[in-house]
């Protein structure tokens, strides 16, 4: 039970993650030198996302099922926000030798049951396992699509924008371990069944460790005319400023969709779809208006019709300092 | 000059590494949150291999621009194994925040000019940064195919057994870096001109720090009718039985072909491409025969009719070991 990487060795962890990351849909799936994957429509959307112990996850407040669910569920959002369907993912997973075999076993269920969740149809067909002295998930995810895909840089003054999913509910998960769940010396702790925690600091721990993102959303509003979308991963406020600036707009968020959320315009990490709609389109269920697309004017971004305050969101190499956790 | 990532921000390090990688061939390139590529064919071939700081390369002995090369090389190697040709990268870079930005600019530069010069029309498309203690480069290849793809369990009896590119090269001028480019720790030291090195030599680094495995061969033996192909990352004798293996053959290699290079049978990483063809082919520009296909007998191997000695490669997990460099 207590068995390493480092003491089984490639080829047995390899067998035991395959054992577990679920059937394949592809021509040719794990165990050759690539997979080989059906692509109707002729183009494929392709994208990649990491999280590396530190920065994106703590072992004592991630499982390695959370750490496999979540490295999926961003890569998928990825996907989604161009409006395609998540049809694959490959995952390269680097760990130290001293990483138990159990661990690993997990960080496949979560990968798989994520797809399930999320993407249905959509599998592990491919990966690659290295040694490191950090543990670190490399995910790709390929999608196909139904119709063209959906930029950042398509919204036009006069569009609805729109939002589908959560907003700021993963940062009050992320800010509940850090004010609850660390100790004395700031290091992280576990969190045990014994913690006093609301039913809704519960929903906010479960959505900052294994986040929903609305995948199925994405085709959605490709279908239903969204003529710019991404994902929320950053924060609302900078990936809508990201937009914005894409599309050589203004984007006027209004925060009274937002009431009773604190960190809603800076939180990220819920992977929520941004969109804009033409202003006389009927949004697509799951999406609820959060103000409009203008022309572009001094601030790319305005909330409530005022400059917003702060950067708005998360910069890795700035905000993440091994030293301080 | 010696401005750091972490002095930069993540913003201004892509706006560096954008700069150097090359013309986006995509319909969308980097910049959006997934890249869409043209996939004549409606089947894509993808693969990911990562490069770890420590196992995979040292910083002493490789620079930059070495790293990319070889993170682009490796996985090149793999689409090309398929009979495939490789059209985009995506590239995952997770580095401290102390790395210099010299260093991640030098390093787009060889994932620029390795695929300039492997494989034409490939370039990167998309990719991720992220802050780590470990530097790591998570590369994954996507390619499109002519015609069916090539896996290893296609040889059969009587089949040729073919080579194309280097065997043994790059394990001598790994052999050369620990020998000889080591302090009195066993820690690395720079490679520096004035070392008295043959020209012998000087090629076996190169090819260690920069292979050059022949990606356009493996379309040309696919087209040539080869039934079986796999590329030689861990070591012929390694990498022939699992192609044995997967194929339910015996194969049988002979050492007159490998004369003078003394690493050959046991040496990866030169990535050559090992395939098998009907007796009766002519085969392809560039691979040479170095054995049979045999009906399956008690080793998959056979090296001059007799059974190898040893493991004949490389395992991650049991050969790595941080404290021994």
């Given amino acids: 039970m207590d068995d390493t990487v480092g003491q089984l060795g490639e080829r047995e962890v390899l067998r035991r993650i395959l054992a577990r990351i679920g059937r394949s849909a592809a021509e040719v799936g794990p165990g050759d030198d690539a997979a080989v994957l059906a692509v109707p429509g002729e183009r494929i959307v392709a994208t990649t996302d990491t999280l590396v112990h530190g920065p994106d996850f703590r072992l004592a407040w991630s499982s390695g099922y ?19 369907r998540p049809t694959a993912l490959l995952v390269a997973l680097t760990m130290p030798d001293d990483t138990p075999v159990a661990f690993v076993e997990a960080l496949a269920d979560g990968l798989r049951e994520a797809c399930a969740a999320l993407a249905p149809g959509c599998a592990v067909e491919g990966g690659d396992l290295a040694a490191s002295d950090t543990l670190t ?18 919204a036009r003054a006069g569009d609805v924008v729109a939002l589908a999913g959560d907003a700021g509910v993963a940062a009050r998960g992320l800010q509940l371990l850090f004010d609850r769940f660390r100790d004395a010396d700031g290091a992280p702790v576990a969190v045990t069944d014994d913690a ?8 906010a721990l479960a959505r900052q460790l294994r986040p929903h993102p609305p995948i199925a959303h994405g085709p959605l509003a490709a279908a239903a005319g969204a003529t710019a979308m991404m994902d929320v991963s950053d924060g609302l406020v900078l990936d ?14 209004d925060t009274a969709p937002f009431a009773g959320e604190p960190l809603a315009l800076t939180g990220g990490e819920d992977h929520a779809l941004l969109a804009t709609f033409p202003a006389e389109s ?21 909330v409530d019709r005022e400059p917003p305050v702060g950067r708005g969101g998360w910069d890795p190499y700035a905000d993440w300092d091994a030293a301080r956790g």
């Fill in 66 to 84: 959370d750490v496999g669910w979540k490295a999926a569920a961003v890569n998928l959002a990825d996907i989604a926000a161009m409006g395609a």
């Fill in 137 to 154: 998930v490399a995910v790709t995810a390929l999608g196909v699509l139904d119709q063209d895909p959906v930029l950042r840089s398509g």
């Fill in 196 to 203: 006093a925690l609301t039913d809704a600091e519960r929903t």
């Fill in 240 to 253: 809508a400023t990201r937009l914005a600036t894409a599309s050589g707009v203004t984007v006027s968020i």
């Fill in 282 to 302: 009927a949004l697509p269920d799951g999406f609820r208006r959060i103000g409009e697309a203008r022309m572009a004017g001094a601030h790319p971004v305005l």
